[in-house]
């Protein structure tokens, strides 16, 4: 299932904003009912199976930011993370 939701929404990341992280990239993934419908008649699972894959999938996507004080707020670039590194 994992799969399938990589190769039919490859542009779905999540972008960082001072509300918290927002699901962003194809419109398809807003319609999260059509989607749980599809994924239940291809793989035959239940409801609940396939809202927690979805909820699994969507924290997985790479986490984006604007870039601050850009004069374009269309360009996005990987959120840091916090790393203890000793090189």
Same mark, same amino acid.
């Given at each position: 299932m994992y799969r399938y939701l990589d190769e039919m929404y490859p542009n779905v990341f999540l972008k960082?904003?001072?509300f918290g992280n927002v699901l962003v990239g194809n419109d398809a993934i807003y319609y999260h009912t059509s989607i749980r419908n599809t =994924? =239940?008649?291809l793989f035959s699972c239940d409801k609940d %199976?396939?809202?927690r894959v979805m909820k699994a999938w969507k924290m997985n996507?790479? #986490?984006l930011k604007?870039? %601050?004080n850009s004069?374009?707020?269309d360009? #996005?670039?990987m959120? %840091?993370?916090d790393t203890n590194s000793t090189l």
């Open positions: 960082k904003t001072k =994924m =239940m008649s %199976e396939v809202d996507r790479p #986490l604007n870039i %601050e004069t374009n707020p360009v #996005l670039v959120a %840091e993370t």
